[in-house]
Protein backbone atom coordinates (compact mmCIF):
# COMPACT_ATOMS: atom_id res chain seq x y z
CA UNK A 1 0.00 0.00 0.00
CA UNK A 2 1.23 3.17 -0.89
CA UNK A 3 2.14 5.79 2.15
CA UNK A 4 0.47 9.21 1.07
CA UNK A 5 1.11 11.39 3.64
CA UNK A 6 -0.35 15.02 4.35
CA UNK A 7 1.66 18.58 5.10
CA UNK A 8 -1.12 20.67 6.01
CA UNK A 9 -0.84 23.90 7.63
CA UNK A 10 -1.90 28.09 6.79
CA UNK A 11 2.07 28.99 5.58
CA UNK A 12 1.40 32.66 6.27
CA UNK A 13 4.33 32.22 4.88
CA UNK A 14 6.07 29.25 4.36
CA UNK A 15 9.35 29.13 6.23
CA UNK A 16 12.57 27.21 6.48
CA UNK A 17 10.94 25.29 9.36
CA UNK A 18 8.16 24.04 6.76
CA UNK A 19 10.63 23.28 4.17
CA UNK A 20 12.52 20.79 6.28
CA UNK A 21 9.53 19.58 7.92
CA UNK A 22 8.07 18.46 4.12
CA UNK A 23 11.59 17.55 2.68
CA UNK A 24 11.88 15.29 5.79
CA UNK A 25 8.75 14.03 4.96
CA UNK A 26 9.56 13.41 1.25
CA UNK A 27 12.53 10.44 2.28
CA UNK A 28 10.35 9.00 4.44
CA UNK A 29 6.74 8.79 2.21
CA UNK A 30 5.88 7.65 -0.84
CA UNK A 31 3.97 10.57 -2.06
CA UNK A 32 3.85 14.01 -0.04
CA UNK A 33 0.72 16.53 -0.26
CA UNK A 34 1.42 19.92 1.27
CA UNK A 35 -1.89 21.47 1.70
CA UNK A 36 -2.46 25.04 2.49
CA UNK A 37 -5.08 24.65 4.90
CA UNK A 38 -8.42 27.41 6.17
CA UNK A 39 -7.65 28.19 9.80
CA UNK A 40 -10.54 30.52 10.47
CA UNK A 41 -9.76 31.54 13.34
CA UNK A 42 -6.47 33.02 12.18
CA UNK A 43 -6.38 36.45 9.93
CA UNK A 44 -3.89 35.97 7.12
CA UNK A 45 -1.85 38.48 5.23
CA UNK A 46 -1.07 36.24 1.64
CA UNK A 47 -4.37 34.81 -0.28
CA UNK A 48 -4.39 31.12 -0.77
CA UNK A 49 -2.88 31.13 -4.35
CA UNK A 50 0.25 32.88 -3.48
CA UNK A 51 1.38 30.72 -0.37
CA UNK A 52 0.38 27.80 -3.02
CA UNK A 53 2.94 29.73 -5.40
CA UNK A 54 5.71 30.07 -2.68
CA UNK A 55 5.45 26.00 -1.86
CA UNK A 56 5.36 24.98 -5.33
CA UNK A 57 8.99 26.90 -5.63
CA UNK A 58 10.16 26.52 -2.25
CA UNK A 59 9.35 22.65 -3.48
CA UNK A 60 10.40 22.50 -6.59
CA UNK A 61 12.97 19.50 -7.13
CA UNK A 62 11.00 17.56 -4.66
CA UNK A 63 9.37 14.76 -6.68
CA UNK A 64 6.99 13.13 -4.87
CA UNK A 65 5.85 16.40 -3.16
CA UNK A 66 2.76 18.56 -4.72
CA UNK A 67 0.57 21.35 -3.72
CA UNK A 68 -3.09 21.78 -2.78
CA UNK A 69 -5.65 23.69 -0.51
CA UNK A 70 -8.57 22.74 1.27
CA UNK A 71 -11.21 24.61 3.26
CA UNK A 72 -13.06 21.59 4.91
CA UNK A 73 -12.26 19.25 7.30
CA UNK A 74 -8.16 17.62 6.88
CA UNK A 75 -9.68 13.70 7.88
CA UNK A 76 -12.19 14.31 5.15
CA UNK A 77 -9.39 15.76 3.09
CA UNK A 78 -7.12 12.63 3.48
CA UNK A 79 -9.74 10.34 2.90
CA UNK A 80 -10.59 11.71 -0.46
CA UNK A 81 -7.02 11.71 -1.36
CA UNK A 82 -6.22 8.15 -0.38
CA UNK A 83 -4.06 9.64 2.53
CA UNK A 84 -3.59 7.60 5.61
CA UNK A 85 -0.46 9.98 7.34
CA UNK A 86 -0.50 13.79 8.77
CA UNK A 87 2.68 15.05 9.44
CA UNK A 88 3.16 18.13 11.70
CA UNK A 89 6.11 19.79 12.84
CA UNK A 90 6.72 20.48 16.65
CA UNK A 91 9.07 23.57 17.53
CA UNK A 92 8.46 23.13 21.54
CA UNK A 93 6.52 21.51 23.65
CA UNK A 94 3.63 24.02 23.82
CA UNK A 95 3.19 22.95 19.78
CA UNK A 96 2.14 19.77 21.12
CA UNK A 97 -0.89 19.66 23.69
CA UNK A 98 -2.77 21.43 20.48
CA UNK A 99 -1.27 18.90 18.10
CA UNK A 100 -2.16 16.11 20.02
CA UNK A 101 -5.87 17.13 20.31
CA UNK A 102 -5.91 17.41 16.63
CA UNK A 103 -4.38 14.22 16.27
CA UNK A 104 -6.65 12.48 17.92
CA UNK A 105 -9.49 14.81 16.55
CA UNK A 106 -8.39 13.01 13.13
CA UNK A 107 -8.25 9.71 13.64
CA UNK A 108 -11.48 9.78 15.56
CA UNK A 109 -13.40 11.02 12.30
CA UNK A 110 -11.16 8.88 9.93
CA UNK A 111 -9.48 6.03 11.63
CA UNK A 112 -7.65 5.46 8.92
CA UNK A 113 -5.60 8.02 9.72
CA UNK A 114 -2.15 8.29 11.44
CA UNK A 115 -0.43 11.48 12.66
CA UNK A 116 3.23 11.05 12.50
CA UNK A 117 4.90 14.26 14.74
CA UNK A 118 8.64 15.31 13.47
CA UNK A 119 10.48 17.70 15.57
CA UNK A 120 12.21 20.96 14.44
CA UNK A 121 15.53 21.03 13.73
CA UNK A 122 17.27 23.18 16.06
CA UNK A 123 17.97 25.59 13.71
CA UNK A 124 14.48 26.11 13.13
CA UNK A 125 12.74 25.76 16.88
CA UNK A 126 12.28 29.59 17.15
CA UNK A 127 11.01 30.22 13.74
CA UNK A 128 7.39 31.02 12.75
CA UNK A 129 5.15 33.04 10.00
CA UNK A 130 4.64 35.35 12.75
CA UNK A 131 8.20 36.38 13.31
CA UNK A 132 8.76 36.57 9.80
CA UNK A 133 6.00 38.82 9.23
CA UNK A 134 7.93 40.90 11.59
CA UNK A 135 11.04 40.95 10.79
CA UNK A 136 9.43 42.03 7.54
CA UNK A 137 7.28 44.46 8.63
CA UNK A 138 9.99 46.31 10.36
CA UNK A 139 12.83 45.74 7.49
CA UNK A 140 14.81 42.97 8.73
CA UNK A 141 16.46 40.77 6.93
CA UNK A 142 14.73 37.54 6.36
CA UNK A 143 17.16 35.52 4.36
CA UNK A 144 18.10 33.02 6.74
CA UNK A 145 14.26 32.57 7.65
CA UNK A 146 12.67 31.68 4.61
CA UNK A 147 13.13 29.89 0.95
CA UNK A 148 15.52 32.64 -1.27
CA UNK A 149 13.23 32.34 -4.15
CA UNK A 150 10.23 33.58 -2.14
CA UNK A 151 12.33 36.27 -0.23
CA UNK A 152 11.11 39.19 -2.87
CA UNK A 153 7.99 38.40 -2.91
CA UNK A 154 7.67 38.24 0.95
CA UNK A 155 9.70 41.99 1.62
CA UNK A 156 8.12 43.49 -1.77
CA UNK A 157 4.62 42.82 0.54
CA UNK A 158 5.40 44.41 3.25
CA UNK A 159 7.75 47.56 1.95
CA UNK A 160 4.33 48.59 -0.02
CA UNK A 161 2.18 47.93 3.69
CA UNK A 162 4.79 50.25 5.07
CA UNK A 163 4.87 52.82 2.65
CA UNK A 164 1.17 52.92 2.97
Keep these: MEKIAICPGSFDPVTNGHIDIVRRASEMFDAVIVVVMTNFAKQTHFSVKKRMEFLIKATEGMKNVRVDCYDGLLAEYAREHGANIIVKGLRAVSDFEYEFQMALTNNKLNPELETVFLTARSDYMYLSSSIVRQVAE ?27
Excluded: A, M, N, Q
Excluded at 138 to 147: Q, R
Excluded at 156 to 163: H, L, V
Design 138 to 164: LGGDISDFVPECIIDEIVEKFRRRTEK
